[in-house]
């Protein structure tokens, strides 16, 4: 056995290929099943049926990860400059902002680490199997392989299974598959290179079954399962940086070269170009490292973050990590799964076909609201054909399940096709309770795969016996010899029938058939020689899981946008066509299949990825290497779904999204975001949101950067020329961590700007610094320098204190920092109206905060003693202001300039 099965652990996926009986001796196992001694001889031997979880780091380990990071290091750096100083109020604050981006950090990851064991939640608890040739009911764990397992309708699937006998068997396979349809299954093996959908002779760990009963031999278990092999392939996946990250450590890199270049060079020219002491020159070199760290950065980035993460809260898109906010608004690609996503995951009728007319049923899923319609018209029940009238009467009749509503929302109990065609049958004007009170069943033959058709023997009050066959359409035409017209029963016309078919399955539609035999009253019974001919053929019903009406809308949205939908799911090819097609989505001519995405190599694939947008009959491994396709191709690529077979490739996405309703634990813990509604339509707008976050962030540091540069510049220019710092270091710090934050915190909540999903999205190799940025820094360093360190030698020049002259200086620069607040509002955009300077009340909350804490930071004496300020006069104050409606001038000036002589950038 123990050679066998690591046979079986080389190749675990070949076992629908092969015939039932070879796989029981292959076990070794029989119809009985195996003995209880042997079945505890393979536990010790291959271990119990569940998912080992890999090994995870503790918890210092994690904490320390969260330290590795460029900005950090620099404010480390800063807070030991400080601590040199002895400046410990200062090191205490910087300190603190390091320990809370960290502390975020550490609580992140430890969230992402919980999506395996939300796989090995999905396994069942239970087994029923065979032991000793006696039915038992044993801890999954214990299943080894080659036990029997018996398999019925509510029962989780326990581990895979080789099916040995099926009884109507239908399994719920959409959480591994995609595939919206329960999957009728049969013993026959299929071809070696079958898909995981296709697979009917198998039953997967973890899937549902729904209906029927089945028997099977246990051929994989724990690690060697189907589903074994995703949480495999999701321990091994790694997590994609976001591009603000990434921008953000090239940034730093670059920022930590130049404040290490500043500072050697400024030490160096002072201690021997100026003679000055060395002592006082590492304190200099100090101050210009503080002035250039933009220590309140990190914490502006955060709080940006989590402004954008409470607004997509409000919109139904929950974040789950934060650096996701901003990289929805660099999404060049979305994949998205179709069922229960683009579609409502719910089968709809939105067809029907007789010998006279086709209509169309509005309304979708479950829910008993919509019309028969013809040409775009309702019709009432008297006005429709008699015999879809009756062929509406025959499905009701006809059928095992019911519709059932809790909490406003209709769902089915029993087959979904079943309640899809209740739905139709009630949309027409038909009562479930009076039908069935008027013409009660007498006997039936149920569903099987053989057959593919159920029948049911049914007597109305007048004495009339009828019998309603519905199933397969070809093998209900086989039954019948005529059909019903408005001019009565004619001969059949199997040409019709077999064109209305080819084009309902053209357009993605499972069709059914209805037909109806009258027999005499006295007839009890039903048996197949009762169906084998003289039935009247009704109607036929092409039932779809319908796309989603706002998902339409968000597909046009994000294609305005400039991002690209792709559809990547586990159904069939045609399906996925006429799906997409509605959406606006391919070509509805043009898909790719899992099959043909194995014989590419990754170039070809990389190709493929750029000129399709519809990939069918994937599976786990298709749908990861798809998404690796499109980030090889330098796309930011989000990723939807709500299967555990979806975890992995959402895991690698640069966002990936989870359904919140109908997704499972494993494809949310896996997720970057997920959604409350389940609605395409969230993505939308959590893109639009994710691009306000970016804009409000590069806003922060078009305005903390200039203001450090302007100080930088002051310390600089007040070295080489052997002048007084203007600012100490304390002071710059003040600037740095207060005045700045609370000016830049206003841009946090800066609303969406107009037109913002009318641009493409932004290329996700630009740097952080690029094209408007590097000439907006510099232009307004310079400006807030002369303003800081002229209005500072002008001081100087009449004689006053030191104390005297830096408070007027630093007053200054606070005073052209928030004069130049008003100008981001609009980055290329004149601020010349009434929404442009009143538009945000966030800023003018943070003008006056600004105003109150500064007045304190110049009169209030505590103040006066910590940071060497000292009260100033009126007159000192009317010149401050002047120069800040100077900066808001000239800035609005070079708005100007550049939009009517320059390509804005």
């Known amino acids: ?120 939640n999905m396994l069942s608890p239970q087994a029923v199997v065979l032991r000793n040739g006696q039915r038992q009911t044993i801890p999954a764990e214990q299943l080894v392989p080659g036990d029997i397992v018996l398999l019925q309708a509510g029962d989780k699937v326990p581990a895979d299974l080789r099916l040995l006998d099926t009884r109507s068997l239908r399994i719920e396979e959409a959480v591994l598959t995609g595939e919206s349809v329960p999957v009728e299954k049969r013993i026959d093996p299929v071809a070696t290179s079958a898909s995981l959908g296709d697979r009917l002779s198998m039953a997967y760990s973890g899937t549902l079954v729904s209906f029927g009963r089945g028997r099977g031999v246990v051929v994989a278990t724990g690690a060697q399962t189907e589903i074994g092999r995703i949480s495999a392939m999701l321990s091994k ?38 003679d000055y002491a060395a002592a006082e020159m590492f304190l200099a070199a100090v101050s210009l490292a503080v002035s250039t760290i933009p220590e309140g950065l990190p914490a502006i980035m955060t709080i940006t973050l989590a402004i954008g993460v409470q607004k997509m809260a409000r919109r139904n898109a929950i974040i789950r990590r934060l650096p996701a906010v901003e990289t929805l608004g660099a999404v060049t690609t979305i994949c998205s799964d179709k069922t229960g996503t683009l579609t409502c995951n719910e089968m709809t009728v939105q067809a029907l076909v007789t010998a006279d007319h086709q209509y169309q049923v509005s309304g979708v899923g479950y829910a008993p609201q919509g019309a028969i319609e013809i040409d775009g018209k309702m019709r009432d029940l008297d006005q429709l054909d008699p015999a879809l009238v009756m062929g509406l009467k025959g499905v009701l009749l006809c059928n095992d399940s019911w519709l059932v509503e809790k909490e406003g929302d209709w769902q089915v109990s029993g087959d979904p096709t079943e309640g899809a065609l209740l739905a139709a049958a009630i949309k027409a004007g038909l009562d479930p309770k009076i039908e069935t009170g008027l013409c009660p069943r007498t006997d039936l033959i149920p569903f099987e795969s053989d057959h593919k058709f159920m029948a049911t023997l049914h007597h109305d009050h007048q004495g009339q016996g009828y019998i309603f066959i519905k199933g397969a359409p070809e093998r209900v035409l086989t039954m019948c010899q005529h059909q019903a017209t408005a001019a009565g029963e004619q001969p059949i016309d199997a040409d019709f029938w077999h064109q209305s078919m080819e084009r309902l399955a053209d357009s993605g539609q499972r069709v059914l058939a209805i037909a109806v035999k009258k027999v005499p009253g006295t007839q009890m019974e039903l048996g197949f020689d009762d169906v084998k001919a003289g039935a009247v053929l009704l109607n036929l019903f092409g039932i779809i899981d319908p796309p989603r009406e706002e998902a339409i809308k968000a597909v046009a949205e994000c294609h305005q946008a400039g991002i690209r939908v792709k559809m990547i799911t586990g159904d069939h090819a045609a399906t996925a066509k006429a799906i997409g097609l509605q959406l606006g989505i391919g070509d509805g001519k043009t898909a790719i299949t899992g099959h043909d995405i194995e014989q590419m190599d990754d170039t070809a694939l990389q190709k493929a990825v750029t000129d399709v947008d519809i990939f069918a009959r994937t599976s786990p491994e298709h749908k990861l290497r798809l998404v690796a396709a499109l980030q090889a191709q330098g796309h930011v690529t989000a990723m939807t779904g709500d299967g555990v077979n979806d975890a992995p490739a ?116 630009m740097p952080l610094l690029s094209g408007l940025m590097l000439w907006r820094i510099p232009f307004v360093a310079l400006l807030l320098w002369a303003g800081t360190f002229g209005h500072f030698v002008y001081m100087d020049m009449l004689g006053v204190m030191d104390d005297y002259a830096r408070t007027v200086a630093i007053n200054t620069l606070v005073a052209g920092q928030l004069f130049y607040l008003f100008n981001l509002r609009y980055i290329d955009q004149h601020v010349f109206s009434v929404d442009g300077l009143f538009g945000s009340k966030a800023m003018w909350i943070a003008v006056a905060v600004l105003i109150v804490i500064q007045l304190a930071f110049t009169y209030a004496p505590l103040m006066n003693t910590l940071f060497g300020t000292t009260p100033i006069a009126l007159e000192d104050w009317g010149r401050i202001l002047v120069f800040g409606l100077l900066v808001f001038l000239l800035v609005e000036l070079e708005k100007w300039v550049r939009r009517r002589y320059f390509i804005s950038v």
Do not use: C
């Open 1 to 120: 056995m123990s050679n066998k099965s690591n046979t079986v652990s080389d190749n675990p996926l070949k076992w629908h290929a092969y015939k039932s009986d070879k796989a029981l001796a292959h076990f070794e196992s029989r119809a009985e099943g195996l003995s209880v001694i042997e079945a505890e001889k393979r536990l010790a031997e291959i271990g119990q049926n569940h998912i080992e979880t890999s090994q995870r780091s503790g918890p210092l380990v994690r904490l320390a990860r969260q330290f590795n990071n460029i900005l950090i290091y620099i404010l480390i750096a800063a807070a030991i400059g400080t601590a040199f100083l002895e400046h410990w109020v200062d090191t205490f604050v910087i300190l603190a902002v390091v320990l809370i981006n960290a502390s975020i950090g550490f609580v992140q990851e430890g969230k992402a680490e919980q999506a395996l064991d939300a796989i090995r």
């Open 650 to 765: 959402l895991k690698r996405a640069d966002v990936g999204i989870a359904m919140g309703k109908k997704g499972t634990e494993a494809s949310k813990e896996a997720s970057e975001m997920v959604l409350a509604d389940d609605n395409f339509a969230s993505i939308a707008r959590a893109v639009k949101e994710g691009r306000t976050v970016y804009n409000n962030i590069r806003k922060s540091i078009l305005h903390m950067l200039p203001t450090n540069a302007g100080q930088s510049l002051t310390i600089i220019f007040a070295i080489l020329l052997a002048h007084q710092l203007p600012l100490t270091p304390v002071q710059v710090l003040w600037v740095n961590m207060v005045t700045s934050v609370t000016l830049a915190m206003a841009l946090a909540f800066e609303p969406t700007e107009p037109g913002v999903m009318r641009r493409h999205p932004r290329r996700p190799d």
């Open 237 to 274: 996946v790694e997590m994609i940086t976001t591009p603000l990250l990434r921008q953000t450590a090239e940034f730093g890199r670059i920022l930590s070269i130049i404040i290490i270049f500043l500072s050697a060079l400024i030490f160096a020219f002072g201690y021997w170009v100026r």
